[in-house]
């Protein structure tokens, strides 16, 4: 995970504009079934051509979210806007929005195309218009030659984009996809993504996809949301997500990371940020980060593998941020190798490090003892 931070995307952050409108905004949305909160009190902002995504473990509420924008649900309380419509009382079918479920629910009695066209013969399209749009789609996902064939004569990937592009061809403003890549494989998954990303950007469509998939996440995000039993955790660009997690929850579920807990020894200002000196059961620790705590506060360090240094040698003029230990397990990825060492005093510290070179037997190896180290700026004292 630590290898993915997702592609440079597009220039394209309506977010940070304070005039911008948003283009779906949830106010206050509560959804009970019974005594069971699925959302709770939740307020959320997607603009257009936004590609947004709700991240979160299973039960935290992010389908249910979706369910109540597409119309299948309706919300105890608070208000759903498209467009500034609120679109209470408004029916799935007359909602300006299209839902890509993970079975696809293809007909198997339909061929590629008749299957794109059921949706538009159900809208009664003139026969010509109905042909075109589905030579659109089939062209856009690149089916042409497959046109002819049922479902089951179709891979995995080829009856997703068949899904896909019976849900682009009513020309929606919002569609939704609900874990529309779970049933691929991985390679075809990471290629799908790609696929995704670029069909949302030709059409300048509004993508929002729920996934507990981080990996895919940070991939086609524009934004993500990461929920947790109901609530909006954080909300940011993958980047952000990734290197300046506001919590512990959001800092674990995302990628691999060492949590350390820890106690403010002194906190110095340092113009726009500040110089954090902690201690984490006799480990020294200093980071350069704007910080709410102070001394005396517990807090807990955090630091992503690939930016600890692993090295059979003490760092020169260490008194913080070093940690000695013996490397206990090995894990080898192919493009980087993770060290997993047990520290004297027992704990485990995960370092990633990236195999640049062609080597089969590498310099440190199982039972070495190891020192890992890392700069100031690059782990996070987290408050929450």
């Known amino acids: 995970m630590a290898k ?19 283009f779906i905004r949830f106010e206050n949305v509560t959804k009970r079934f019974g005594d069971f909160v699925a959302v709770d009190d939740l307020s959320l902002d997607i603009y257009e051509r936004e590609f947004f995504s709700l991240l979160g473990p299973s039960g935290c509420g992010k389908t249910t979210l979706m369910r109540m924008l597409a119309g299948f649900e309706e919300p105890t309380s608070g208000r759903i806007l498209l467009q500034g419509q609120d679109l209470s009382g408004v029916p799935p079918y007359k909602r300006p929005t299209n839902m890509m479920f993970q079975s696809y629910a293809l007909f198997p009695h339909m061929s590629v195309e008749k299957n794109i066209a059921f949706g538009l013969e159900q809208d009664n399209l003139a026969r010509g218009e109905i042909d075109a749009r589905v030579q659109e789609m089939l062209k856009l996902v690149k089916l042409e030659q497959f046109a002819k064939r ?22 929606p403003k919002v569609l939704l996809l609900d874990e529309p890549l779970g049933a691929l494989d991985r390679k075809l998954r990471e290629e799908t993504q790609f696929e995704l990303m670029d069909i949302q950007t030709k059409l300048g469509l509004t993508f929002l996809i729920v996934t507990h998939d981080q990996e895919e996440a940070m991939t086609v995000s524009d934004r993500i949301a990461v929920m947790d039993k109901g609530i909006l955790v954080q909300v940011a660009t993958p980047a952000e997500i990734y290197e300046a997690p506001n ?33 984490s059961d006799g480990v020294k620790i200093t980071v350069e980060q704007t910080c ?17 240094r692993i090295s059979t040698t003490q760092p020169e003029g260490a008194v913080a941020n070093a940690l000695h230990g013996e490397v206990w397990d090995i894990g080898y990825l192919g493009d980087f190798s993770v060290f997993i060492v047990r520290l004297d005093d027992g704990r ?37």
């Open 4 to 22: 993915t931070l997702g592609p440079v995307k597009r220039k394209f952050s309506p977010w940070t504009d304070p005039d911008a409108v948003p």
């Open 150 to 171: 049922k479902p089951n004569q179709l891979s995995g990937g080829q009856r997703q984009r068949v899904a896909l592009a019976r849900s682009l061809a009513k020309r």
């Open 247 to 279: 919590s512990r929850y959001v800092a674990d579920f995302i990628g691999d990371i060492n949590i350390l807990e820890a106690r403010v020894e002194a906190k110095e200002s340092q113009g726009s940020e500040d110089l954090v000196r902690i201690d």
């Open 292 to 308: 709410e705590a102070n001394k005396g506060d517990a807090v807990a360090f955090a630091i992503r593998p690939e930016k600890v």
């Open 348 to 384: 485990m510290f995960r370092a990633a490090q990236a195999n640049v070179a062609r080597l089969v037997d590498r310099p440190i190896t199982f039972g070495d003892m190891v020192w890992l180290s890392w700069s100031a700026d690059a782990g996070l004292v987290l408050t929450r």
